[in-house]
């Protein structure tokens, strides 16, 4: 949030640095849905950040 608002951008991503609190997971109609439930995290008056990505289904072997 910045003045009150939200901000969303197309990256940065999370670096390693950073320490990540968790996630959620949502299955929604569209893009702007999850944007809509997004942007009301409480996380972000607080001057937190969300990264939201797709979910990809498929294996998660080795290759």
């Not at 320490?19 to 949502?26: C, K, R, Y």
Request: net charge negative; aromatic share 4%.
């Amino acid at each position: 949030m910045q003045d009150g608002k939200v901000i969303m951008t197309d990256g940065p991503f999370a670096e390693t640095k950073e320490v990540l609190g968790g996630f959620d997971t949502l299955e929604c109609e569209s893009l702007d849905e999850v944007l809509e439930i997004a942007a009301k995290f409480p996380g972000l008056k607080a001057g937190g950040a969300m990264e939201v990505r797709p979910h990809i289904d498929g294996s998660c072997e080795a290759v």
